[in-house]
């Protein structure tokens, strides 16, 4: 191998281990999780005060760009698990759990979409998406990461910063107002999750019946029937109620509580209308 072979693997594997680097791993109401939730309070709360009466065209760039910033710690992420340093030695072995489409990685998808589109029903749909189910996934991890904490401290970066830009772009849309608030929002939102569940669908039949993957896991969603239950809460579900019912419950799960965070969105809105008067 030739000394630029050479000083460029040397280079990549010094990348790899940087991109590796170690940390205690971080645990629920720890320092880091505390910081992580000041943190995206502190953004949501500059954000809105900033750009509270933007443009239409200021909000898509606010949803466009951060949408590319989670697309780019997403692919810092894929790096991560596809590549290993063992022994100096450069080993590849994708790790197919870490696929990216889970539920909450269709936001930063959403997103993309939404701040390339002009006005029209279809964007509108997909802010809907964004401010309630895309809220509500980010609430989710960031108030229980117990789950996605790991040893890899560029990990647990990129997962709190992903879902706390998720929290901040739903409150953002309707501090902003560019989300109409009104009990129809989740029925505006419905189509696009439904989609993103039939993608998920799809993509978790063909890795089980192709094999695939091999004999590791493939579960977009945490639905599948092909693999033990994992989600939190709905995994009780999954042990007592069949498939595809339980499925339902899902879809029907998180879209009662999209509608429950439209409702609390409505009521502080409210709330704020009649102190102002």
């Known amino acids: 191998m030739s000394n630029i072979g050479c000083d460029s693997?040397?280079?990549?594997?010094?990348?790899?281990?940087f991109l590796d680097f170690d940390m205690t791993t971080p645990v629920m109401f720890g320092w880091f999780h505390i910081l992580s939730l000041v943190l995206t309070i502190l953004v949501a709360v500059l954000l809105c005060r900033v750009f509270s009466s933007a443009e239409e065209k200021t909000v898509r760039r606010i949803v466009l760009y951060t949408s590319v910033i989670s697309i780019v710690l997403e692919v810092y992420k894929q790096i991560n698990y596809t590549f290993f340093v063992t022994d100096g030695v450069i080993v590849t072995d994708y790790q197919w759990y870490a696929f990216p489409f889970q539920f909450c990685s269709t936001p930063m998808y959403v997103g993309l979409l939404a701040g390339l589109l002009r006005p029209c029903k279809v964007r509108d749909a997909l802010y809907s998406y964004l401010a309630t189910y895309g809220l509500f996934a980010g609430l989710c991890v960031m108030l229980y990461p117990a789950q996605v904490f790991i040893s890899t401290i560029g990990i647990n970066i990129q997962t709190m910063i992903c879902h706390g830009l998720m929290i901040v772009v739903g409150i953002y849309l309707m501090f902003s107002e560019a989300v109409k608030l009104d009990h129809k929002t989740i029925l505006r939102a419905l189509p696009v999750f439904v989609v993103n569940v039939i993608i998920a669908i799809i993509l978790n039949e063909l890795a089980y019946f192709t094999g695939f993957v091999g004999d590791e896991t493939f579960n977009m969603f945490f639905f599948s029937p092909h693999y033990a239950p994992s989600?939190?809460?709905?995994?009780?579900v999954q042990q007592y109620v069949?498939?595809?019912?339980?499925?339902?419950?899902?879809?029907?799960?998180?879209?009662?509580?999209?509608y429950i965070i439209t409702a609390i969105a409505m009521l502080i809105r409210r709330v704020f209308s009649h102190r102002e008067k």
């Open 242 to 258: 069949s498939y595809p019912w339980s499925l339902f419950i899902y879809i029907a799960g998180f879209t009662a509580a999209g």
């Open 9 to 17: 693997m040397k280079i990549l594997v010094s990348l790899l281990t």
């Open 231 to 236: 989600l939190p809460v709905y995994s009780i």
